[in-house]
């Protein structure tokens, strides 16, 4: 549980597919009648694909607590977390998302005599604290109750306890009652796969036996940072591989100053797991990446999507990004170095964006010629902002024209951050084209 956290991925306007890929959808959901009742408005609002995830019950002494709901549902806890940012321990009781065996309950002890939930216990006492529901997307959901005239708490979607996203909806719009809106999310297994400079971590979800996907992250990202948003939302339908590129992330392995390791590492990882074909998701170098393991290795790509990416660099664009990437050296202590630090560990950030430039300022020098694009046989989708702040749309309109089974998607007003576009949007729609025949 937790009622704040730091901005989440934003969204981008949405806007017509260009070429054939399918019908132009909305990513705003669902758009409830004006004409129809408050009160119909408000269950339209939160009952389809939503599941009750767990009752929050707010305890003065958490092992009596433990001792009698431990009794009540004849089970132990199956987990204890600390959430500093509220201020309380929460003990988990239930089935930890395992169907058939008892309810989940949440205990929310006191850590901090200042939180919100120490208020709650001063005014009403021990008992039932809030109600979570699940649903599959926080952002979309957040948006139908606000139109339905439920008010959200303060602050941005959080990460809670129980390794999900979390947003609450005020007690004053929902009779009474605080209300969890809890994003669902995939069980995701970390493999550490071999490399000759240390490993490469892959973040694996989804069914063994669903179509491969791998999905690689830009340049100084990761996929906690970049892809992860994204990549949960196809482990339903797909066995996602969410790698981080060497040097980035959890991988030990050192970032190399030329790309043919990173392509390598893709197929490297594939026969890790034992599959023999994957499609492949790339964004801005992930990307780059991912055209390269096309061209190079055609019978291990099924289908590619390719967002923000350049493959006919000039000095201009090498030397905007590294300006970006300097930025951090230059002020070790200000936020943008402080977020690499945490993302690759502080021992090891300078080093990686050291060499993040020095392979950058190469790139104008290594262009990927248009007869490795036309060797590509599997079918790519192209993704561009037409406000993308380092690559001019004229890129992925080169990819279009030159590969030889390539569909274009133009995203109006989109800059070049995956964080910042409509995550369940990118998600639908590439998935739609991987499935395509």
Same mark, same amino acid.
């Given at each position: 549980?937790?009622?704040?956290?730091?901005?989440?991925?934003?969204?981008?306007?949405?806007?017509?597919?260009?070429?054939?890929?399918?019908?132009?959808?909305?990513?705003?959901?669902?758009?409830?009648?004006?004409?129809?009742?408050?009160?119909?408005?408000?269950?339209?609002?939160?009952?389809?694909?939503?599941?009750?995830?767990?009752?929050?019950?707010?305890?003065?002494?958490?092992?009596?607590?433990?001792?009698?709901?431990?009794?009540?549902?004849?089970?132990?806890?199956?987990?204890?977390?600390?959430?500093?940012?509220?201020?309380?321990?929460?003990?988990?009781?239930?089935?930890?998302?395992?169907?058939?065996?008892?309810?989940?309950?949440?205990?929310?002890?006191?850590?901090?005599?200042?939180?919100?939930?120490?208020?709650?216990?001063?005014?009403?006492?021990?008992?039932?604290?809030?109600?979570?529901?699940?649903?599959?997307?926080?952002?979309?959901?957040?948006?139908?109750?606000?139109?339905?005239?439920?008010?959200?708490?303060?602050?941005?979607?959080?990460?809670?306890?129980?390794?999900?996203?979390?947003?609450?909806?005020?007690?004053?719009?929902?009779?009474?009652?605080?209300?969890?809106?809890?994003?669902?999310?995939?069980?995701?297994?970390?493999?550490?796969?071999?490399?000759?400079?240390? $490993?490469? *971590?892959?973040? /694996?979800? %989804?069914?063994?036996? +669903?179509?491969? &996907?791998?999905?690689? @992250? #830009?340049?100084?990202?990761?996929?906690?940072?970049?892809?992860?948003?994204?990549?949960?939302?196809?482990?339903?339908?797909?066995?996602?591989?969410?790698?981080?590129?060497?040097?980035?992330?959890?991988?030990?392995?050192?970032?190399?100053?030329?790309?043919?390791?990173?392509?390598?590492?893709?197929?490297?990882?594939?026969?890790?797991?034992?599959?023999?074909?994957?499609?492949?998701?790339?964004?801005?170098?992930?990307?780059?990446?991912?055209?390269?393991?096309?061209?190079?290795?055609?019978?291990?790509?099924?289908?590619?999507?390719?967002?923000?990416?350049?493959?006919?660099?000039?000095?201009?664009?090498?030397?905007?990004?590294?300006?970006?990437? $300097?930025? *951090?050296?230059? /002020?070790? %202590?200000?936020?943008? +170095?402080?977020? &690499?630090?945490?993302? @690759? #560990?502080?021992?090891?950030?300078?080093?990686?964006?050291?060499?993040?430039?020095?392979?950058?300022?190469?790139?104008?020098?290594?262009?990927?010629?248009?007869?490795?694009?036309?060797?590509?046989?599997?079918?790519?989708?192209?993704?561009?902002?037409?406000?993308?702040?380092?690559?001019?749309?004229?890129?992925?309109?080169?990819?279009?024209?030159?590969?030889?089974?390539?569909?274009?998607?133009?995203?109006?007003?989109?800059?070049?951050?995956?964080?910042?576009?409509?995550?369940?949007?990118?998600?639908?729609?590439?998935?739609?084209?991987?499935?395509?025949?």
């Amino acid at each position: 549980m937790a009622m704040r956290c730091a901005r989440t991925a934003g969204a981008a306007p949405s806007g017509p597919a260009i070429d054939d890929i399918g019908e132009n959808r909305s990513a705003a959901g669902l758009v409830l009648s004006r004409s129809v009742g408050r009160r119909a408005g408000r269950l339209a609002a939160i009952s389809p694909g939503v599941t009750l995830e767990h009752l929050g019950i707010a305890v003065r002494d958490a092992d009596e607590a433990v001792a009698l709901f431990g009794a009540l549902l004849g089970a132990r806890p199956y987990k204890e977390e600390a959430v500093a940012r509220e201020g309380v321990r929460t003990i988990f009781f239930g089935d930890g998302g395992v169907a058939g065996r008892s309810p989940k309950v949440e205990l929310l002890a006191v850590t901090d005599p200042s939180s919100p939930v120490a208020r709650f216990l001063e005014r009403r006492g021990p008992g039932l604290h809030h109600l979570a529901f699940e649903v599959e997307s926080l952002e979309a959901s957040l948006e139908k109750l606000r139109a339905a005239g439920f008010v959200p708490t303060p602050g941005e979607p959080a990460a809670g306890a129980d390794g999900k996203r979390v947003a609450f909806i005020h007690p004053r719009s929902a009779g009474g009652v605080l209300v969890e809106i809890v994003e669902a999310r995939p069980t995701v297994e970390r493999i550490d796969v071999p490399v000759e400079t240390g $490993t490469v *971590a892959v973040h /694996a979800s %989804g069914p063994p036996d +669903a179509p491969a &996907l791998v999905v690689l @992250h #830009g340049m100084l990202g990761s996929t906690e940072m970049e892809t992860a948003n994204v990549a949960r939302r196809w482990a339903a339908d797909f066995r996602v591989l969410a790698i981080d590129i060497r040097g980035h992330g959890a991988s030990t392995a050192v970032l190399p100053l030329s790309g043919e390791e990173l392509v390598a590492d893709v197929v490297t990882v594939l026969d890790a797991v034992d599959i023999p074909r994957a499609h492949v998701f790339g964004f801005s170098l992930g990307a780059a990446i991912a055209l390269r393991a096309a061209a190079h290795h055609p019978t291990r790509i099924h289908r590619a999507a390719v967002l923000g990416t350049n493959v006919r660099w000039v000095d201009d664009e090498a030397r905007a990004i590294t300006a970006a990437m $300097t930025a *951090a050296l230059d /002020a070790p %202590g200000g936020r943008w +170095a402080k977020r &690499l630090g945490a993302c @690759h #560990g502080e021992d090891r950030w300078k080093d990686l964006t050291a060499r993040a430039v020095a392979f950058t300022r190469s790139l104008p020098g290594r262009p990927f010629s248009d007869d490795a694009m036309r060797s590509i046989t599997a079918p790519v989708l192209v993704i561009h902002g037409d406000r993308d702040r380092y690559f001019e749309l004229r890129h992925a309109v080169h990819l279009r024209r030159t590969l030889p089974d390539a569909r274009l998607w133009v995203i109006p007003g989109a800059d070049h951050p995956i964080r910042k576009l409509d995550a369940p949007m990118l998600a639908r729609e590439v998935a739609a084209f991987l499935r395509s025949r």
